[in-house]
């Protein structure tokens, strides 16, 4: 379970704007290319850290290596 508190409210992904993708829930087993650790992710624009969390239309999402991970509340 994640503790979403300090997560950032946003709108839904604007075409015309840089976003990363964004991946349904995965298990902790999920397989994640090194090299792209120390890499940031994008909403509308915006970049977000590593670990960073947004909420949009009451989901919330984890920037993890570069992709928007969905993670329970």
Same mark, same amino acid.
């Given at each position: 379970?994640?503790?979403? *508190?300090?997560?950032?409210? !946003?709108? @839904?992904?604007?075409?015309?704007?840089?976003?990363?993708?964004? %991946? +349904?829930?995965?298990?902790?087993? @999920? *397989?994640?290319?090194?090299? %792209?650790?120390?890499?940031?992710?994008?909403?509308?624009? @915006?970049?977000?850290?590593? +670990?960073?969390? !947004? *909420?949009?239309? +009451?989901?919330?999402?984890?920037?993890?290596? *570069?992709?928007? %991970?969905? !993670?329970?509340?």
């Amino acid at each position: 379970m994640s503790d979403n *508190t300090n997560a950032v409210p !946003v709108e @839904a992904p604007d075409p015309a704007k840089k976003t990363s993708e964004i %991946l +349904g829930p995965m298990s902790e087993e @999920a *397989t994640v290319k090194m090299d %792209l650790q120390n890499e940031n992710c994008y909403w509308n624009d @915006a970049e977000f850290s590593q +670990g960073d969390q !947004v *909420t949009m239309d +009451g989901k919330c999402y984890e920037c993890s290596y *570069t992709r928007w %991970l969905e !993670v329970d509340d």
